[in-house]
């Protein structure tokens, strides 16, 4: 949902996109088109430079109108749909009064994404009906005493009267007996969907849990992010089910008409073929991608295996979209204690894709995807995505000292803490019937994440970068333990090569040397330092918006599992610094 001038509309579902033409070009990453089962790749939104971009529908239907004639209660704070104020075209004003019109604060949403108007007529009449219905008109009036929901009041004309006081509770709408109509605006009037079991809630029009994005995303990495790949890729489809001998009869039909493959031979292109088979041969599903803990997943592991290497430069390809190399003197100077390597990412790509949204809950690990509502009715073979470019900075830790560390009592006291709060929000998320998760959080997982926020703070003060143009990417299991920063923007900021500049080893020791001195005190302490729980659920310790807080575009954890005390030392359990 989202508010234009005085109105509000919801994004409709990508049926309304227009139809893709044979030429359009489409997005492409072929390890993340195989798990997304998106043969075609991921789409860009119209621009709407053809007259027809993303379009919306007008949402919540429910308007009140502010104005009229109060003696006579024509029009005096009327509640109704807005189409039976009769607004004139192209206007958002009531053809009584030609006041502006107010949309509706408040929606009702369930955990299987469905959204519908708040049910006013129910809650006046607390689930009964309206004996003066349908003569009968609702009104909105606010008493502005309090800002409480308690000033808002909800009045019928035949005598009826509730405030907004207690809507937003979980049993608010059982109360009146309403259950979920299965809704679903942004696909059209049509296209509600039956039988939904799951209790409604009361959400106000702008909560951030109206709307919980299930985002997928994936580096280009060689091979497949090398000019020949990439170019093949659109005609991949073309070699499939198909033998030896017709993909070469193939190849040299997509030789020849494919400008960008005509440096390579037709051999080469049946190699990257096979090469696209195997890999899509070998792929498992794994659910950690789309929810839950995905630092430990496998496309994480093939880009941790790819990051921890330099990358080969062909100096006939100038389009790669990926170089990763040593930083300067890396034979001679040795990273910070306690980093293994350091490696300069000159190059990379992203590539996002919406999968699809939840609503009021963010999606458990435990669950199969049935609450993930869909973007359109019909399947089709993409996805909304986009594609970022930009550099960074990645950093492997001493994977056996980490482990040493982390298996010492404070540390793993610490992590605990965390770990049982996590899993007590996965035991509760869990539908029943169903064995929840076992949490994945550890001192290893905490520590690396931590140091992740520590560094993209300190670098936003050397480089001048804004922070939220910065993000972090984990790479961490039983034998993985890296992070990669990196300014992957849409737009400028982070693309001229200042960030490569600061993971040189001649300027990464100075940063460390700051950024613990900085994280051994937080303005909030000695009560950051010594909380007991901080953050969403409790699921952060030693971690404010003074010390390692980030903008939520930049962590991929929401914010949670930190605690500087594993960087610096300290807290109850006085835990000893990773980087003693």
């Not at 509309?9 to 359009?24: A, H, M, N, R, T």
């Not at 990453?29 to 790749?41: D, Q, S, V, Y």
């Not at 091979?223 to 991949?236: E, I, K, N, V, W």
């Not at 003197?329 to 790509?349: A, C, D, F, S």
Request: aromatic fraction near 8%; charged fraction near 25%.
């Amino acid at each position: 949902m989202l508010a234009a001038g005085e109105q509000s509309y919801v994004v409709s579902g990508l049926d309304s996109w227009p139809q893709p033409q044979p030429d359009e070009a489409f997005l492409r990453e072929f390890r993340l088109e195989t798990r997304l089962r998106a043969p075609r790749g991921f789409r860009l939104p119209p621009d709407g430079e053809n007259g027809d971009g993303v379009r919306a529908r007008i949402f919540p239907e429910w308007y009140s109108c502010p104005g009229g004639d109060s003696k006579t209660g024509k029009c005096e704070n009327n509640l109704r749909l807005r189409k039976d104020f009769a607004p004139p075209a192209g206007k958002n004003t009531c053809s009584a009064c030609n006041e502006s019109l107010t949309p509706s604060r408040f929606v009702v949403a369930c955990e299987n994404g469905h959204l519908d108007d708040f049910p006013y007529w129910r809650w006046v009449h607390a689930g009964g009906h309206c004996p003066d219905s349908p003569k009968s008109r609702l009104s909105l009036t606010t008493t502005g005493r309090t800002s409480a929901l308690r000033s808002i009041l909800i009045s019928c004309s035949c005598g009826e009267s509730a405030s907004m006081e207690g809507a937003m509770g979980r049993q608010a709408m059982v109360a009146i007996r309403y259950t979920c109509r299965g809704r679903r605006p942004w696909l059209g009037k049509d296209a509600n969907e039956q039988g939904c079991d799951r209790p409604a809630r009361v959400l106000q029009r702008g909560s951030s849990s109206a709307w919980l994005p299930v985002i997928a995303s994936a580096l280009s990495i060689p091979p497949f992010s090398q000019t020949l790949y990439a170019a093949l890729l659109p005609h991949y489809g073309l070699f499939q089910d198909t033998s030896n001998s017709e993909k070469a009869v193939v190849a040299k039909q997509v030789h020849k008409a494919e400008p960008k493959l005509k440096r390579y031979t037709p051999e080469e292109i049946i190699a990257a073929v096979k090469a696209y088979e195997e890999f899509e041969a070998g792929n498992a599903d794994d659910p950690s991608a789309l929810s839950g803990f995905v630092a430990s997943d496998v496309l994480r592991e093939q880009e941790f295996e790819q990051l921890s290497r330099p990358s080969t430069p062909d100096p006939h390809d100038p389009d790669q979209m990926f170089e990763c190399v040593h930083p300067d003197g890396h034979e001679q100077v040795t990273p910070p204690p306690g980093i293994e390597q350091v490696m300069l990412v000159n190059r990379l790509r992203e590539v996002r894709v919406l999968k699809s949204f939840t609503r009021i809950e963010a999606l458990s690990p435990a669950e199969d995807r049935s609450r993930e509502a869909k973007l359109s009715q019909q399947e089709l073979p993409w996805l909304p995505g986009f594609e970022v470019s930009g550099e960074g900075v990645f950093l492997r830790l001493n994977n056996e000292l980490l482990q040493t560390w982390a298996e010492q009592v404070a540390p793993t006291s610490r992590a605990g803490r965390i770990r049982e709060r996590h899993q007590e929000l996965l035991n509760r998320r869990t539908p029943r019937g169903k064995d929840a998760p076992q949490s994945q959080v550890s001192a290893r997982f905490v520590t690396v994440h931590t140091l992740a926020h520590a560094l993209i703070n300190e670098w936003s003060l050397e480089a001048g970068y804004p922070a939220s143009s910065m993000r972090e990417r984990l790479f961490v299991s039983d034998t993985m333990a890296g992070l990669l920063i990196y300014t992957a923007t849409s737009d400028a900021a982070g693309s001229l090569g200042g960030l490569v500049e600061l993971g040189q080893l001649r300027n990464i020791t100075r940063t460390f040397d700051a950024l613990l001195e900085r994280q051994r005190w937080c303005s909030a302490d000695p009560l950051c330092m010594e909380a007991d729980a901080a953050g969403a659920d409790s699921l952060n310790l030693a971690a404010c918006h003074s010390c390692l807080l980030l903008p939520e575009v930049s962590c991929e954890n929401g914010n949670s599992f930190l605690d500087r005390a594993m960087l610096v030392g300290g807290g109850s359990e006085t835990v000893p610094a990773y980087f003693a």
